[in-house]
């Protein structure tokens, strides 16, 4: 019965959201649509075509989950276009690692890690491309340490200011349990999520060839269970999400078949019910998409 009720409700919402084909209207309709969830929320989005926008709490501050691994994805990008190494290039798998706190060493957990596999390959070399890509695509977090300590935590920082992102900040790889207790973490706004994600879109991050070499491999993003999830199959996303305790988040670029594309980032944050939620947000991509499908 409440399943029953919840969808009920969802058909009202979207129906109601249907026939308010305004910028406002449709802020509305997803002020109303998160507001039913616990939580805290934010919504970044922007039309790369009319450069309409819709910002919910786009400042507001956001544990970065795995969010934070397009930003080293981009700053990957960087110092292999100044020369400082390949993607080619192999890197050597290990577990250990430092703590950005006081140094002592760290390991990583398979049962932990959406990405098991390379577990199995410790002590053996993968290609810088390789470990980038399983970073996005399964969000390995062991790939994403390796990566981080090639590219250096401080780099990705300063690329992201130097971009106009202002409140990205990655202060470290993941699972650095003691980091994380004295909370020195990686934070992300929606607002500076779509302004990395708008530069990519319009082929400027880094290069045109590096822009469209981050969006084949953020279209091959195997969680797609927010943005993507309430879409037609030929609508392309691009995208990155993130996840971790009483958190999710989505993040990245639509492309619909007529050539149009926008951006859209989905943080949350202090959930209780974290499939409700997800379903809510995978609600407010919903909206969005008929939004600009009828524009």
Known sequence: ????????????????????????????????????????????????????????????????????????????????????FSLKDSLLIKNEFKSILDGSPFSLSAASDSDTLIYKH???????????????????NLATNLIVELVDAKNVTQTMRDMGAQNIHVLRGVEDGKAFEAGLNNQVTAYDLMLLYETIANEETVNAEASMAMIDILLDQRF?????????????????TGSITGMRHDSGIVFLPNGRKYILVLLSKDLHDADASIEAMATVSEIIYNYVKEK
């Open 224 to 240: 797609n269970d927010i943005i993507p999830a309430k879409l037609p199959k030929d609508v392309k996303v691009a995208h990155k």
């Open 122 to 140: 410790i002590g053996e070399k993968r290609t810088v491309y390789s470990l980038l890509y399983d970073m996005i695509i399964i969000s390995s």
């Open 1 to 84: 019965m409440a399943k029953q009720l919840l969808f009920l409700l969802l058909v009202i919402t979207l129906i109601a959201c249907d026939k308010k084909l305004t910028l406002e209207g449709i802020k509305e309709c997803i002020g109303n649509e998160l507001a039913n969830q616990s939580g805290k929320f934010a919504v970044a989005f922007k039309d790369i075509t009319t450069g309409e926008e819709i910002l919910i709490n786009e400042h507001m501050l956001f544990h970065a989950a795995s969010t934070m691994k397009a930003p080293v994805m981009v700053e990957v990008y960087k110092q292999a276009a100044a020369g400082k």
